[in-house]
C-alpha cells in the first residue's frame, strides 16, 4: 500500500509540473 501511495504522489507531482509548465506557456503567450 505505502508503494502504492508513493507512487501516486509521484503522479501527481508530475501531472502538477506538467499543468504549471502549461500555465506558464500561455502566460508567455499572452504577455
Request: proline residues 0%; charged residues 40%; hydrophobic residues 30%.
Amino acid at each position: 500500500a505505502i508503494k502504492i501511495e508513493r507512487e501516486i504522489k509521484r503522479e501527481a507531482r508530475g501531472l502538477t509540473m506538467i499543468i504549471s509548465q502549461s500555465q506558464n506557456h500561455e502566460d508567455k503567450k499572452i504577455t
